[in-house]
């Protein structure tokens, strides 16, 4: 257990759809970070929160949206769903928002569009 | 942005000989390499990372070199063992001054497979 937790593990939904996907970072870490990765694709970076603030932004589509809150878990919120969303999303998160202490991954929301 | 190649994509390696993945960035200001390893259907972990005013760093069977002149890096993989297979990802770190934003860019990933 790495101590980022991700639910759901497994979330199948219906092209157009809506889901939430959520992240818990390790304890004491402030930095949530979110990825994307498709079958034989790499990691793809979406977005970073520091602490409740969004930081930086990556190849995140306008359909997609997170927020960190008060008590630092993350929401990636995907909506209009199409089959191209299918991937595993990943949370990491870090002390801070820097490399001190690298990133730790969650295990992963496995989403399949159907 | 940053833009990291990693090659070979996939790698085939008799149990016991070495394994080299070679990985190049593009932006100057990166200054943290972290490579990660992903079994199948589970999460990146952390094997070994280097920090830009270091040129090579060790760690039992396995060395990350890096050519900040050339901005390459590389995984080297000695005495492989079947547990070694799996895929393989380099990342380039860089912080954005002012912003305190900082962003880790990946590779594509190299998958590979030590035959017993």
């Known amino acids: 257990d790495s101590g980022v937790t991700q639910t759901p593990k497994h979330l199948i939904t219906a092209t157009g759809q809506r889901v939430t996907l959520r992240c818990s970072p390790r304890s004491g870490d402030l930095s949530v970070y979110w990825y994307q990765q498709s079958l034989d694709q790499g990691l793809q970076f979406l977005i970073q929160?520091?602490?409740?603030?969004?930081?930086a932004k990556g190849n995140i589509l306008e359909r997609f949206s997170a927020q960190q809150f008060p008590d630092l878990h993350s929401e990636l919120n995907l909506s209009s769903l199409e089959l191209g969303d299918s991937a595993l999303y990943f949370c990491a998160s870090s002390p801070t928002g820097g490399m001190d202490y690298g990133y730790t991954f969650g295990s992963g929301t496995r989403l399949t569009v159907v | 942005g940053e833009n990291v190649e990693q090659h070979p994509s996939t790698l085939s390696v008799q149990e016991g000989d070495s394994a080299v993945i070679k990985c190049t960035y593009s932006d100057s200001a990166s200054n943290y390499f972290p490579w990660y390893k992903q079994e199948l259907g589970k999460r990146p972990q952390l094997i070994i990372d280097?920090?830009?005013?270091?040129g090579e760093k060790k760690d039992q069977r396995i060395a990350v070199t890096l050519n900040k002149t050339a901005k390459h890096f590389s995984l080297h993989i000695t005495e492989t063992q079947p547990e070694d297979s799996a895929v393989y990802f380099c990342a380039a770190f860089r912080a954005y001054s002012g912003a305190g934003s900082y962003q880790l860019t990946f590779g594509k990933g190299t998958k590979l497979s030590v035959i017993p």
């Open positions: 929160y520091y602490n409740g603030e969004e930081r």
């Open positions: 280097i920090r830009s005013n270091v």
